[in-house]
Each structure stands twice: as structure tokens, then as C-alpha cells.
T-cell receptor
Framework: GAVVSQHPSWVICKSGTSVKIECRSL??????MFWYRQFPKQSLMLMAT?????????EQGVEKDKFLINHASLTLSTLTVTSAHPEDSSFYIC?????????????FGPGTRLTVL | EDQVTQSPEALRLQEGESSSLNCSYT??????LFWYRQDPGKGPEFLFT???AGEEKEKERLKATLTKKESFLHITAPKPEDSATYLC???????????FGGGTRLMVKP
């Protein structure tokens, strides 16, 4: 149980294009999903928290107009990197918290490697 | 502001050589301390949640313990397949988010 998937697992795009990453909770409903960014040999950096049916809460320094987050259902959240540039190249990881969970036990997806040329 | 510090940053062990990883934390009201394992190019895999000082949890060769200031991840007789980065995170009363430490990169040589 508690499986989270991400799609795609990797993507290469040209500078200026937009890329959408999907995060799905496969066997549970997730009221809250989180999006992280991870640079090589560094720990996870929280970008934003999304709750089903409401606007995402972005961490300080994260551009909400650049990183669009949609949490349309209890099993799906999407992150769209708009007008991507080489500095947006990174490993993006989502996590999900089960509906009704008393504590913040998050289950992570396998990550998406984004490379912007 | 919640803070998590993990040590050492990297640890090399011979197969069978037991050791411990440290996670020191400061948090405004601990709601939970979490251990994850992360393999290169993959998302973190959940290992344990600890809620209160004195609590211990075990899974195969891993044992996690918790005090009011730190947590230890003990690895008994490690195998090469235990090689990974181990991440510690805390949730405090301040908000619905995890604060992660920098991780410990464990390498177990056969």
C-alpha cells in the first residue's frame, strides 16, 4: 500500500517550453500533496503544498507563476514548469499524505528528472 | 524555525560492521520524526515514524531510536544493499510540512 507514482520519470525539453509532471496516489486518497526539488547530493527542498480543491501554498522564494500546481482530485496533482530555462533543470519529487492521517507521514513518488537545454 | 542536522555526511562501512547514524533536531513541539532511505535517482522510501522520546522501531537490520534532542538509526551487520542515503525529517506544531536534514550517504563494501 501507499504507492505514489510520477510521470514522466525523465524529460528533456528546449528552453522556453513548458513541462507538466503528474503525481498520483495509486492506492489511497491524498488530501495533501507536496512538491520538492532536489539538487545533486543535496537534500529535499519543499517547493509547495497543495490541497485538493484549493490553491497551492508556495514556499518563500518559489515563483508561483513559474511553477503551476493543480490538485484537481484526491489522487492527482500536477506541476507545470512554465517557460523552462536551464536553471530549472533538477530532480522533482512529489509526496502524498493520506486522507485522515493524524501525522504527516508522507509517501514519495520516484521523482522526475528534468533537463532543460 | 525547525532545524535538522544529520551526521556524518558520509559513512563507509565494511559488510558486517555495525554503526549508527545521527539526527539532531530542534522543533517547536515534535509531532513526528521520520526516517527515509533514498537510492540514487529515486524518491525517498519511508522507513520509520517515531512520535515520542523513548520510542524504538525495528525493520530487518535497521533500528531507530528517539530522544528529546536526537534520533539514531542503528544499522546492524550491514550488507552492500544497505548502501543509500538516509534522510531524517521532523514535523513540528508550526505547520503541515516536513523539515529534512542533509542526509547521510552510507556506503557498505563487501
Amino acid at each position: 500500500g501507499a504507492v505514489v507514482s510520477q510521470h514522466p520519470s525523465w524529460v528533456i525539453c528546449k528552453s522556453g517550453t513548458s513541462v507538466k509532471i503528474e503525481c498520483r496516489s495509486l492506492d489511497f486518497q491524498a488530501t495533501t500533496m507536496f512538491w520538492y526539488r532536489q539538487f545533486p547530493k543535496q537534500s529535499l527542498m519543499l517547493m509547495a503544498t497543495s490541497n485538493e480543491g484549493s490553491k497551492a501554498t508556495y514556499e518563500q522564494g518559489v515563483e508561483k507563476d513559474k511553477f503551476l500546481i493543480n490538485h484537481a482530485s484526491l489522487t492527482l496533482s500536477t506541476l507545470t514548469v512554465t517557460s523552462a530555462h536551464p536553471e530549472d533543470s533538477s530532480f522533482y519529487i512529489c509526496s502524498a499524505r493520506a486522507e485522515g492521517a493524524a501525522y504527516n507521514e508522507q509517501f514519495f513518488g520516484p521523482g522526475t528528472r528534468l533537463t532543460v537545454l | 524555525e525547525d532545524q535538522v542536522t544529520q551526521s556524518p555526511e558520509a559513512l563507509r562501512l565494511q559488510e558486517g560492521e555495525s554503526s549508527s547514524l545521527n539526527c539532531s533536531y530542534t522543533v517547536s513541539g515534535l509531532r513526528g520524526l521520520f526516517w527515509y532511505r533514498q537510492d540514487p535517482g529515486k524518491g525517498p522510501e519511508f522507513l520509520f515514524t517515531l512520535y515520542s522520546a523513548g520510542e524504538e522501531k525495528e525493520k530487518e537490520r535497521l533500528k531507530a531510536t528517539l530522544t528529546k534532542k536526537e534520533s539514531f538509526l542503528h544499522i546492524t551487520a550491514p550488507k552492500p544493499e544497505d548502501s543509500a542515503t538516509y534522510l531524517c525529517a521532523v514535523e513540528g506544531n508550526a505547520g503541515n510540512m516536513l523539515t529534512f536534514g542533509g542526509g547521510t550517504r552510507l556506503m557498505v563494501k563487501p
